[in-house]
């Protein structure tokens, strides 16, 4: 929950961003939003509602005295053209573009898998980082035991390179990383914390 949320991105990156700050939607508006993507609409209104809105602002207070964002600095909203979801897939030129539901860093965190001639490129946003190290934060909803079956399924896959949200680059065998991760997770152990060093 640092850098990323200060650029202000347009498209999917945005769209993660702002899940981060923001709850879970009640379950009635997600169904909702399903059909009208199956119908192929384009989603432009906000998404959140006045509710959200007020609920992230909240959480960016809080980020902001623990000194995570500058005193001075303000969330601005993105334009949302697409809104996406865990298990979507994007078809764009020779790219397939993998979304995969991916919380315990925070609800609602999403990871990006770029499947392109042969490699699989994991945008992993805060959810993992080079060394196999994750992002654990005393915050209402970062949660071990969704973080330990996120990490566990990402493991499964493969992966070659690992472009996180912070930090190093693995541009090889990101796999390997990954499941050491998967298997601190596996013996009840969190992983490295990457806000620690
Ligand atoms: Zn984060």
Do not use: W
């Not at 601005?76 to 053209?81: C, E, L, P």
């Amino acid at each position: 929950m640092v850098g990323q949320h200060r650029r202000g991105v347009r498209s999917g990156r945005a769209v993660r961003s702002r899940r981060h700050a923001l709850p879970r939607r009640p379950r009635g508006r997600h169904r909702r939003r399903s059909r009208r993507r199956a119908a192929g609409h384009r989603q432009r209104r906000d998404p959140y509602g006045a509710g959200g809105r007020r609920r992230g602002a909240h959480l960016l207070a809080r980020a902001r005295a623990a000194g995570v964002y500058p005193a001075d600095y303000r969330l601005s909203a993105a334009t949302v053209d697409r809104v996406v979801g865990g298990r979507d897939i994007i078809h764009a030129g020779r790219l397939d573009i993998e979304i995969i539901a991916a919380p315990g860093h925070c609800d609602g965190h999403l990871v990006v898998l770029l499947h392109s001639a042969g490699r699989s490129i994991l945008l992993s946003g805060d959810c993992l980082f080079a060394g196999g190290k994750v992002s654990l934060q005393a915050i209402h909803d970062c949660r071990l035991d969704r973080y330990a079956e996120t990490v566990i399924a990402l493991a499964a896959r493969n992966v070659d390179v690992l472009l996180p949200g912070h930090g190093e680059q693995v541009l090889r065998d990101a796999g390997t990383q990954i499941r050491q991760a998967a298997d601190s997770f596996r013996h009840l152990v969190p992983p490295p914390n990457v806000l620690t060093g």
